[in-house]
């Protein structure tokens, strides 16, 4: 087959760029050790959150030294609890789950984003830095009221969260 | 003029029959772009809010209106309309039996009605009817059946054009066995082989699942099951929307620069690639869903990845032509040759601005087909403003440049106005590159798509690119001059709808630099590739699909309905197809654990 | 017009070799493929990893 030779060397920049591509993914994945979203969690009854023990009561609960888990409903139209009130400077793992419809869960201006799919349950870990407040938003159309779902995401002094006590259960 | 011109006949004056399906394909297509334009210009001042004229309730009828009826309807009726002229034209052979070729057309059209009422119902309070779903209906919302049973008539009036097509190139072939293949006729074949892989997972969805569920007759559905379904259909579907743009690029824009195709066979391995890699890639739409596992998605990407490649490839291949144009019409220099080419066409302009725009779409594109870095724009105002250089323009575009060039040969009347052409191709471009662009930006900030009002109580968007309010104008800009530029397309058209016929309007295309004698014979053959595509599609989904159904069940683990219409009462019906059910779960657990 | 391509092109055909060498094609492809390398490398390691709360399990 005739190929022009400047074809050839596009051709060959372009799997060049192609394998660049694939490998920027995978030092993400290796290097900063960015995870995904995927199928580490069992399936849940969604239609029955509030005999399951981890999501009848949305909270936060200290797991460890500096590490949390964080346990969100999320429904139409409100996400639970919120805000969600987690210690700076610590290792949080938010458990994500919808009581009945897809939705959405976007801590707005982060990376902190995944589909909420009923049934299952979204698990990422996250490390927080400085106290600061972020918005959340549910970024899949989930019914007439979409719009007006939020919540909010207050990392906050180690000290405060104490204070705090009774969000932290 | 010349007089050897004069003597050509046009695709109508050969063919008139299948012209007039060409017409009415593309008329509509074009009634659908008018709806669709409409509820755009809407959407866009809802959103931005410059004008809320609706409540913002109502805003998801918009969008789902919008969405279907310019990504299904404009854009599959232009395909079936071209496809009917390149392949009745490069066979040079009428269609087998026209009537069956308009009892395709009239399935599709029925089927599009069909969904559409139950679209614009949403509008109507006092009928118990909404499809307010959106283009991808996600269950658990459930929309009104006759939204379901429409999209199964219009994609059964699809199968049957493609089978129609394949049936008059099986004709064509037992009168010419040994010549190669017409290249548009390659490019309607391989497309419409990746048409009927595509479209049987969603018809699945649809007919096993959404469907009975609508209907009251099972339960509940697994979401995650009819979502991968769905993917697998709405990736592929992406490039059934490009493929009649590139065919326009590789077979007529070289013409109108006044070239000719740079290479026949690259033009084929392209569309072989396409039919390759364009399903086994649609879980890349899901690397934030939960219970898919993280291998899946890295696979899903690495085909992704390389369903770059035609397009990179289609990219040199188009501009070269293109080149070679110029330098047949006195072009010198690195890149002086630019100005030698027929920038006052619209049908020239307009496709080289929608290959524009589809470069840029491109980087977006990689950014969303990139696995980890998904976290940074999965379902933000970025996606939108990817598939509108892409779908919005790259196709769009191209398909409104190329009825300037073909309506002349379906029709016999000259295009009304050719300034208006070019003023309304170079005003789509304007007003896209202001509205995608500042969509992108405001993905980046974290604006959500699929919203009514984009501001939120308890926070602000940070402030970079301008700031949110800033590019809320600019969306706002551009979307009423992409309006103000199809309501100028379909004058123009309606206009050279009146004029008179004439004679002398043919324009032939011409053959490759690079002819179909230097593309290698394995590539006509079309059973290996579909063989091959089907072996990729069953690699890239088996162990997904299985899992999804080992997890959650054939319907799903215990997930409500969430009609988005008032349910009939089917519930006599309910739990009739209910012990079919675990069989089929067993079977998959099984093949899971054999796999493993 | 089409008459004169028709021309050129069976003027061009005569000549041995390559017919035509791309070279504008491949300057403004060049062009192209820088800006997707240095837009990518922009959007992923300033964009993406430099934002908060990046997911790691």
């Known amino acids: ?169 | 003029m010349s007089t050897a011109l004069e003597a050509e006949q046009t695709f109508v004056d050969k063919f008139p029959d299948e012209a007039r399906v060409v017409r009415a394909a593309f008329l509509s297509a074009f009634f659908a772009l008018f709806l669709g334009a409409i509820f755009g210009i809407i959407q866009t001042l809802h959103r931005t809010d410059v004008a809320r004229i609706i409540p913002s309730t109502d805003y998801y009828t918009v969008l789902t209106a919008h969405g279907v009826f310019m990504v299904i309807s404009f854009t599959i009726f232009f395909l079936v309309g071209l496809f009917t002229w390149a392949l009745t034209r490069s066979l040079d052979r009428p269609l087998i039996n026209i009537k069956i070729t308009w009892t395709w057309y009239g399935l599709m059209a029925v089927g599009m009605t069909l969904t559409g009422i139950s679209i614009l119902a949403g509008f109507v309070d006092s009928i118990d009817m909404s499809a307010d779903v959106l283009f991808t209906f996600y269950a658990p919302l459930q929309a009104h059946p006759l939204f379901y049973t429409g999209l199964v008539v219009f994609i059964v009036g699809t199968w049957i054009a493609g089978a129609d097509w394949f049936r008059t190139f099986l004709a064509w072939r037992s009168d010419h066995p040994d010549q190669r293949i017409p290249l548009q006729t390659f490019m309607v074949l391989t497309t419409m082989t990746m048409w009927y892989i595509a479209t049987s997972a969603v018809a699945a969805s649809v007919l096993l699942f959404l469907l009975p569920w609508s209907l009251g007759l099972i339960d509940q559905v697994n979401p995650t099951l009819t979502r991968t379904l769905f993917w697998f259909f709405g990736h592929p579907v992406v490039y059934f929307w490009l493929m009649p743009a590139y065919m326009l690029w590789y077979t007529v824009l070289p013409k109108i620069a006044g070239g000719r195709l740079f290479s026949d066979p690259l033009a084929r391995v392209v569309f072989v690639l396409f039919l390759l890699l364009s399903t086994p890639v649609g879980i890349h739409h899901q690397y934030l869903d939960p219970g898919i596992a993280e291998g899946f998605k890295f696979i899903s990407m690495t085909n992704t990845m390389f369903l770059l490649l035609p397009s990179l490839l289609t990219a040199f291949t188009v501009v070269a032509s293109v080149e070679y144009g110029a330098r047949q019409n006195g072009g010198t220099g690195l890149l002086g040759w630019l100005t030698n080419l027929p920038w006052r066409k619209p049908e020239f302009t307009g496709m080289m601005l929608a290959g524009l725009m589809f470069a840029a779409g491109g980087f977006s594109g990689m950014v969303n087909a990139g696995m980890n870095i998904n976290y940074l724009i999965h379902n933000t105002l970025w996606v939108p403003g990817h598939f509108h250089l892409t779908v919005g323009t790259a196709v769009a575009l191209t398909m409104m440049a190329g009825t300037y060039w073909i309506w002349p040969q379906i029709s016999n009347k000259p295009i009304f106005s050719s300034q208006i052409g070019l003023f309304q191709v170079v005003l789509w471009f304007i007003g896209m590159a202001l509205m995608s662009n500042a969509m992108h930006a405001q993905g980046l900030l974290g604006v959500p798509r699929r919203t009514a009002e984009p501001e939120y109580s308890g926070f602000d968007y940070p402030t970079m690119f301008g700031g949110f309010e800033e590019l809320n104008v600019q969306i706002a800009i551009g979307g009423t001059l992409l309006f103000v530029s199809t309501i100028l397309f379909l004058g123009n058209l309606a206009l050279t709808m009146g004029n008179p016929r004439v004679s002398g309007l043919a324009e032939p295309l011409p053959s490759p630099v690079s002819g179909s004698e230097d593309a290698p014979q394995v590539l006509d053959n079309l059973r290996l590739w579909v063989s091959i595509a089907v072996v990729l599609v069953v690699l890239a989904y088996a162990l997904p699909i299985a899992a999804i159904i080992q997890r959650g069940g054939l319907l799903g683990p215990g997930v409500g309905t969430y009609p988005v219409w008032v349910a009939p009462v089917f519930d006599a019906l309910a739990d009739a197809a209910t012990p079919l059910v675990g069989a089929v779960t067993d079977a998959s657990a099984s093949l899971v654990e054999v796999v493993r | 017009m089409g008459q004169n391509e028709t021309a050129h092109a069976g003027a061009e055909d005569v000549g041995g070799g390559e017919e035509f060498d791309p070279i504008g094609t491949l300057t403004l492809i060049g062009i192209y493929f820088a800006i997707l390398v240095l837009a990518w490398v922009y959007i992923y390691y300033v964009e993406f990893l430099g934002r908060d709360l990046v997911v790691v399990g």
């Not at chain 1, 060959?12 to 994945?29: F, R």
């Not at chain 1, 830095?129 to 007439?144: K, Q």
Request: net charge negative; charged share 20%.
């Open chain 1, 1 to 169: 087959m005739h190929i022009h030779a400047y074809e050839k060397l596009w051709l060959a920049l372009s799997i060049v760029l192609i394998l660049a591509l694939i490998g920027t993914v995978t030092y993400g994945a290796v290097g900063p050790g960015v995870a995904m979203v995927a199928d580490t969690q069992q399936t849940v009854d969604s239609g029955a959150l509030d005999e399951d023990e981890r999501f009848s009561e949305p909270r936060v609960e200290q797991v460890g030294e500096n590490e949390y888990e964080a346990y969100v409903v999320a429904y139409q139209f409100a996400f639970e609890p919120s805000p969600i009130v987690v210690p700076a400077n610590s290792t949080v793992t938010l458990h994500v789950t919808s009581r009945d419809v897809i939705h959405g869960f976007e801590v707005v201006g982060t990376n902190a984003n995944t589909m909420i799919v009923p049934g299952e349950v979204s698990e990422i870990t996250v490390e927080t830095d400085e106290p600061a407040e972020y918005g959340i938003v549910c970024n899949e159309y989930c019914g007439a009221g979409h719009h007006v779902m939020e919540g909010k995401l207050h990392v906050v002094s180690q000290s405060e969260f104490e204070n705090r006590g009774g969000d932290s259960a």
